[in-house]
């Protein structure tokens, strides 16, 4: 198929000082409650937040009571954020050994939501009875505590990943907004398959990925590029002693953040289905992963045929080439390794397939086979209508079940940029367009990214919020929520990130009308402007649309500013370098159009020789290193409207005789 601790209030306006117009919330990292008392914002959005009362203080000292039946990961985290918020000492005590002057502190109580002192401590905040939930509850009185209770060891976790969102200043310290929640995922599985065309991500990328997924309560990462031969072409080799050495340490990383690495083989290319030594091969490759940690395993069958057979054998065992004989092997091969490996292997999730038929709402033979024929406990993943879907509704759903006699698992191939509509273009826009209430028909969701992984968290971010609350979901809000978390909480950089994203905005599909448009702030700014300028207001006009276009020129240097992770401002090199370069044409475009209002033609046309040299400059950067199959492209900004903006202006400073 195709940080940094800044805090800031949870309404940054996008390009504040710019208009006073279009202003958009830009809620922080680490938020703080906006005047009138509202409570921080909180990604993913939790079945439950309710204010209680006081906030708890950050104490210098601060008490974890915890035991054995604690998670791991989510105290180590815990006394991170305890650390990175005020507390100089952070002491990790049993139940029963809390020392007596332990009031004066801030105590922290980490475990079970049954544990005897946490259930008390929660009072009457609801406890999920449902995998991967939790409850919290933040006291500000006397005792001054906070209890974390979760259903499993993942809800404990995610508790702690909610309870860093909570922090606020006070004063020259910190404090916790008193609240009680009650959250649970609504979807089992949520994260991401790398299973784009190009250039595989690092191990670099990935370790660095895994901590992400924790932050963002996603708990699915399939490892499946398509580029790397042991994955697909050389599905039957064992992995090289070094590459296995970096998949052991990417299952623990996974491991440490609650996501389930699941291992993918792709043998469809050439396998023999009713081979015993091909099926060997695979169970051999499978078991090694077993071995590192792994417990999630995934067969892709997609971008196959099935209008040949690449053994005569199978032929002879399944009948013609075509798509039932393909579903009978499919189906045989699957269920052989649901049942012998999978089932046999202590704590191995059910497995995971992706149909080769995965984009479409047609009954076919292979689908009725793989209904009647598949074992229940396999999880088939489903594009949607179309290998790259507009729109994914409850409807389209709730039919894709019915094909495939089971709740589906979606692989989304949004931001993925590895075919030939997005060439030279990063997908920046929100994750959008998928209905509330797909939870009732998906087991989950995982989105397919881009080559480039740190530019690919914006849409990550929004994907892992929807999967986790669909109901509660608002891509409006998920957006600025992504772009501040790439930025720290830093408020300037979230702005040049919003303006940013909104020249990278253009999602496309296979045709030729993209699911959501190039630049909608930037397009709305520009038909008021060209308004205004028509109805004779043109002075005003000019002053409208210049500090954007000066935002538009000076977001790349603020991006680059180091609130923003590195990782982004590197994948996004050249698409930053082209916008600066476009939002100083622009910039001139304007002042020229100003001069010649002023009746200045030499500065005008001083102006409009500076912009189109600027644009030939913009267009003449390539994306540089690529990583995707459709090399060094020029890198999309804004097109479309920018650009066109420009030749529109461009087309006005002309005397009336050379006009066309």
């Not at 370790?207 to 031969?229: C, E, H, R």
């Not at 253009?506 to 959501?516: E, L």
Request: aromatic content about 8%; some cysteine; glycine content about 8%.
């Amino acid at each position: 198929m195709r940080r940094r601790k800044i805090t800031a209030t949870t309404c940054l306006a996008l390009a504040a000082t710019l208009c006073a117009g279009a202003l958009l919330p830009v809620p922080a990292a680490h938020s703080a409650p906006v005047p009138g008392g509202s409570l921080p914002s909180v990604s993913p959005a939790p079945q439950s937040l309710d204010g209680i009362g006081a906030a708890a203080a950050v104490t210098r000292r601060v008490l974890v009571i915890a035991d054995d039946r604690t998670d791991p990961a989510a105290r180590d985290r815990l006394v991170r954020e305890l650390k990175a918020h005020g507390a100089d000492r952070v002491d990790i005590v049993a139940p029963d050994r809390i020392p007596p002057a332990a009031p004066d502190r801030l105590m922290v109580r980490l475990g079970p939501a049954a544990r005897p002192d946490i259930a008390q401590a929660l009072g009457d905040t609801a406890v999920p009875g449902r995998a991967e939930g939790y409850a919290l509850r933040v006291s500000g009185g006397k005792p001054r505590q906070i209890a974390l209770g979760g259903a499993d060891a993942a809800g404990q976790f995610y508790a702690v990943q909610t309870l860093r969102q909570l922090f606020v200043p006070s004063g020259d310290g910190w404090k916790v907004a008193g609240v009680r929640v009650s959250d649970f995922p609504s979807m089992p599985l949520r994260g991401t398959i790398e299973g784009f065309y190009g250039a595989p991500w690092t191990h670099a990328e990935r370790l660095d990925q895994m901590d992400f997924y924790g932050d963002v309560k996603a708990n699915t990462y399939i490892y499946a590029p398509k580029d790397d031969p042991y994955h697909r072409d050389k599905w039957r080799d064992p992995y090289p002693a070094d590459k296995l050495a970096e998949l052991g340490e990417l299952v623990a990383r996974a491991g440490a953040n609650h996501v389930r690495f699941t291992s993918a083989l792709s043998p469809g290319v050439s396998i023999c289905y009713s081979d015993r030594a091909d099926r060997d091969s695979l169970t051999r490759k499978l078991q090694a992963l077993y071995d590192l940690g792994a417990r999630a395993f995934s067969i892709p069958l997609d971008d196959i045929s099935y209008t040949r057979w690449n053994c005569a054998a199978d032929e002879a065992a399944y009948g013609p080439a075509g798509r039932t004989a393909a579903a009978k092997a499919q189906v045989d091969l699957l269920n052989d390794l649901q049942r012998n490996f999978i089932a046999t292997h202590e704590g191995a999730r059910p497995l995971q397939m992706v149909p080769t038929e995965y984009g479409d709402l047609t009954d076919t033979t292979y689908k009725q086979t793989m209904r009647q024929s598949l074992d229940p406990a396999i999880e088939v993943m489903w594009t949607g209508t179309d290998t790259v879907p507009p729109e994914i509704t409850n409807a389209q759903a709730e039919k894709a079940a019915e094909l495939f006699g089971r709740k589906v698992f979606v692989w989304d191939n949004y931001p993925v940029n590895d075919y030939g509509e997005t060439s030279g273009r990063l997908l920046l826009a929100p994750y959008d367009k998928r209905e509330g209430g797909l939870a009732a028909h998906l087991s989950g969701i995982v989105a397919n990214p881009m080559n480039q992984p740190y530019a690919s968290k914006v849409a990550v971010f929004g994907a892992a919020d929807f999967a986790w609350n669909d109901k509660a979901y608002d891509a409006r809000k998920s957006w600025p929520r992504a772009m501040a978390y790439l930025a720290g909480g830093d408020k300037a950089a979230t702005e040049a990130l919003l303006i940013f994203g909104d020249l990278e905005h253009m999602a496309p599909t296979f045709g030729g009308t993209p699911w959501q448009p190039q630049a909608p702030e930037l397009a709305k700014r520009v038909a008021a402007f060209w308004q205004a300028w028509d109805g004779g207001r043109r002075a005003d006009a000019i002053a409208a649309m210049r500090p954007y276009a000066k935002a538009i020129a000076t977001a790349p240097a603020t991006i680059r500013g180091g609130s923003v992770q590195k990782g982004f401002t590197d994948d996004a090199a050249s698409w930053l370098d082209a916008t600066a370069l476009w939002g100083r044409a622009m910039v001139a475009m304007l002042d020229a159009l100003r001069a010649r209002e002023a009746g200045d033609d030499a500065t005008a046309g001083a102006l409009l020789a500076e912009s189109r040299d600027l644009q030939r400059q913009a267009r003449a950067i390539r994306v540089s290193p690529p990583r995707n199959r459709w090399g060094s492209a020029q890198p999309q900004v804004g097109d479309g409207v920018l650009d066109v903006f420009l030749a529109e202006t461009d087309a006005r400073l002309q005397p009336p005789a050379h006009r066309h």
